[in-house]
């Protein structure tokens, strides 16, 4: 069964710092690729996603995700946090094939100090 | 309404006792479904329906978890003869259909605690 695995549980920045969590998934075949992430007392919001074409995705809020299929990578960035990226953040995978169920990794939590 | 509707927010409930969880999808979302967010397991997902049909339960962690979902519309996640281990939050989600370029939609949860 495919998995996900993110390598940072807890991350702490300063604001203006550059951000780059680490996703990395076990699937050989076509995936498509989400970050998720969690404001505090907030729900699950789609950052952004990868289905195909260009391997580097940008989303709302500033950040970015490279696709590097060699590497099995989706890593997330960002140039100069700030202090309401303060949250938690998921990277999940689905097949292309059959239903879209989403497989997550465990999450990063990262704090932001202004 | 404009997001995915879940209910009750939080339920606290004794060991033993029957709970149902409900949600609201988006208008519109013929795709749901259920995952569950607990400190152990991380988020994992439960089932998902095609309007009113669950072709896979075999993410449902016991035969004591059921779901149904009826009109197309509002599901209900049921779990009997509560246990502790079934401390977590439920999350609802909703696309437009299973295509695999649909996003889920997430509702803000049930926080269920199983005394």
């Known amino acids: 069964a495919q998995s996900v695995s993110q390598h940072n549980h807890h991350v702490i920045l300063s604001e203006a710092a550059s951000l780059e969590l680490g996703c990395n998934y076990s699937y050989g075949g076509t995936v498509n690729l989400f970050w ?60 292309n094939t059959g239903f879209q169920k989403l497989v997550f990794g465990t999450g990063t939590r990262l704090l932001v100090s202004p | 309404g404009a997001g995915v509707s879940q209910s009750p927010s939080n339920k606290v409930t004794e060991k033993g006792k029957d709970v149902e969880l409900r949600c609201d999808p988006i208008s519109g979302h013929t795709a749901l479904y259920w995952y569950r967010q607990s400190l152990g397991q991380g988020l994992e997902f439960l089932i998902y329906f095609q309007g009113n049909s669950a072709p896979d339960k075999s993410g449902l962690p016991s035969d004591r978890f059921s779901a149904e979902r009826t009109g197309g519309s509002v599901s209900t996640l049921t779990i009997q003869r509560t246990q502790q281990e079934d401390s977590a939050v439920y999350l609802c989600a909703s696309s437009w259909d299973l295509s695999f370029n649909q996003p889920q939609h997430f509702g803000d949860g049930t926080r269920l605690s199983i005394l």
């Open chain 1, 36 to 95: 998720y992430v969690q404001y505090p007392g907030q729900h699950l919001q789609l950052l952004l996603k990868y289905f195909s074409g260009d391997p580097l995705v940008k989303g709302i809020k500033g950040f970015e995700a490279e696709f590097i299929k060699s590497k099995f990578s989706f890593n997330l960035r960002k140039p100069s946090v700030q202090w309401s990226d303060t949250a938690e953040y998921f990277c999940a995978v689905t097949l």
